[in-house]
Antibody, heavy 118, light 112 residues
Framework: EVQLVESGGDLVQPGGSLRLSCAASGFTFSSSWMIWVRQAPGKGLEWVANINQPGNQKYHVDSVKGRFTISRDNAKNSLYLQMNSLRLEDTAVYYC???????????WGQGTLVTVSS | DVVMTQSPVSLPVTLGQPASISCRSSQSLVHRDGNSYVDWVQQRPGQSPRRLIYTVSNRDSGVPDRFSGSGSGTDFTLNISRVEAEDVGVYYCMQGSRWPPTFGGGTKVEIK
């Protein structure tokens, strides 16, 4: 069974940093491109970042570019999101997801909540 | 970026009756390979999203056949032939044909 388990969400002050992790199991992690998607409270879904299988190609949405960095460790079957200079508007549930084909997601984690507040 | 516009925003439905959700894109979603990469995602209350339909009309494993997807170009539709109580939630369309992938704003399905 494919499983994606996020961790690392917390309450943090504006300007602070946080590192999210996603532990993958039940599939060949190194063969899958991976994604972070977020959902602000009561709002819709927003693609945040994605990374290819070896980890040498990354994309970050403009609103987080220069502040967030996606990475992966294929030896540990883990995906990460380093979040720096956090803003109030970064408050959201962050989902780890597995990429499937062209720009698609076939599996989602349960999410981890990041709250940015003073 | 491609804007995905869903309608209606809210959809009250009687149990056993059909439901239809529309998704319109700001530009054609025909990929250079000839396919249109449009998915439909269900999010039940308090749960994480789950994909129902991929590449316009293909049902994911375990998805009831009362769910179907159709469309082409810029207009896409998710149909539920007979709504059941477990179908309550928010439905999102998503496109992957043009980078970056984008989501519609969501349609909330509720029981009348």
């Amino acid at each position: 069974e494919v499983q994606l388990v996020e961790s690392g969400g917390d309450l943090v002050q504006p300007g602070g940093s946080l590192r999210l992790s996603c532990a993958a199991s039940g599939f060949t992690f190194s063969s899958s491109w991976m994604i972070w998607v977020r959902q602000a409270p009561g709002k819709g879904l927003e693609w945040v970042a994605n990374i290819n299988q070896p980890g040498n190609q990354k994309y970050h949405v403009d609103s987080v570019k220069g502040r967030f960095t996606i990475s992966r460790d294929n030896a540990k079957n883990s995906l990460y999101l380093q979040m720096n200079s956090l803003r109030l508007e970064d408050t959201a549930v962050y989902y780890c997801a597995r990429g499937d084909g062209v720009g698609a997601i076939d599996c989602w984690g349960q999410g981890t909540l990041v709250t940015v507040s003073s | 970026d491609v804007v995905m516009t869903q309608s209606p925003v809210s959809l009250p439905v009687t149990l056993g009756q059909p439901a239809s959700i529309s998704c319109r894109s700001s530009q054609s979603l025909v990929h250079r390979d000839g396919n249109s990469y449009v998915d439909w995602v269900q999010q039940r209350p308090g749960q994480s999203p789950r994909r129902l339909i991929y590449t316009v009309s293909n049902r994911d494993s375990g998805v009831p056949d009362r769910f179907s997807g159709s469309g082409s170009g810029t207009d896409f539709t998710l149909n539920i032939s007979r709504v059941e109580a477990e179908d309550v939630g928010v439905y999102y369309c998503m496109q992957g044909s043009r980078w970056p992938p984008t989501f519609g704003g969501g349609t909330k399905v509720e029981i009348k």
